[in-house]
């Protein structure tokens, strides 16, 4: 019952059919990426003396890849935890599919599973909004006029930005502090362009959400009460200044 609960997850979530690849063991499936090709879950029904439980029938396991070591040691300390049959190394951990542990826990592991073995570009594509800090240069681009003109404006994709996230924009000298606070509404704008000073290869539409004060968030504050000591390109934020801009 969990075995067919658990693919029609997989099938419904990631668009992903189980695959039998083996003959001498008809009922293993496995679910790999369409891109990569990597495995992120591993169905198997094994005898229980195998995994040393009592019993001679056999039991359903699934079989998933973490990302911490340290998590698959404290997880095999549970019940209906294990570590990897047959694939112990490389923090693969079996899951019991017998009720020892929950569904949604079950489903819970497998999205770490497969986020762990997800190329970059799908890890990219797949991750959850961020917050970023970007540069803007007065001497080649007047951003206080373009937002003054327009609530919208294109601007130089950065690497690692998506859709959804949230940028803050630093104006440079003689500004040289975060003015405004925008979130990406559209990327992969094709553009080319270059002058010797700025290249562009791609832009982003982003929308302007907030606007700070010019002695708020000033460079020696960010250098001070925050540790950013430079802002030459895309960047994350800490935490705290995250609440403060907020």
């Known amino acids: 019952m969990m075995r067919e609960e658990l693919f029609g997850y997989v099938k419904k979530k990631y668009k992903a059919d189980p695959e039998y690849l083996w003959s001498r063991f008809p009922e293993y499936a496995i679910f790999r990426h369409s891109d990569n090709k990597k495995w992120f879950g591993l169905v198997m029904n094994?005898?229980?003396?195998?995994?040393g439980l009592d019993g001679e029938d056999t039991v359903d396991i699934l079989n998933v890849k973490l990302s911490d070591p340290l998590l698959v040691d404290m997880l095999i300390q549970q019940p209906g935890y294990m570590r990897g049959y047959h694939i112990s190394r490389g923090n693969w951990v079996s899951i019991l599919l017998d009720g020892s542990v929950t569904f949604e826990e079950i489903c819970d592991w497998l999205n770490e599973s497969?986020?762990?073995t997800a190329s970059r570009q799908k890890k990219q594509k797949v991750r959850p909004p961020k917050e970023w800090i970007i540069p803007a240069n007065p001497k080649?681009?007047?951003i206080e006029q373009a937002f003054e003109n327009a609530d919208e404006i294109d601007w130089k994709q950065g690497?690692?930005?998506?859709?959804?996230d949230t940028v803050f924009i630093y104006v440079a000298a003689p500004v040289s502090a975060i003015l405004y606070k925008c979130v990406v509404t559209k990327t992969d704008i094709p553009f080319r362009?270059?002058?010797?000073?700025?290249?562009?290869?791609?832009?982003?539409m982003?929308?302007?959400q907030k606007k700070y004060e010019s002695d708020r968030f000033t460079f020696s504050v960010l250098n001070d009460e925050?540790?950013?000591?430079?802002v030459r390109g895309p960047r994350g934020i800490p935490h705290s200044l995250s609440e403060a801009l907020k």
């Open 206 to 208: 982003i929308r302007l």
């Open 140 to 142: 080649y681009y007047d």
């Open 114 to 116: 497969y986020m762990t």
């Open 159 to 164: 690497r690692g930005i998506k859709k959804g």
């Open 46 to 51: 094994v005898r229980k003396e195998k995994l």
């Open 226 to 230: 925050y540790g950013i000591y430079a």
């Open 193 to 204: 362009y270059d002058d010797g000073n700025v290249k562009m290869t791609s832009l982003m």
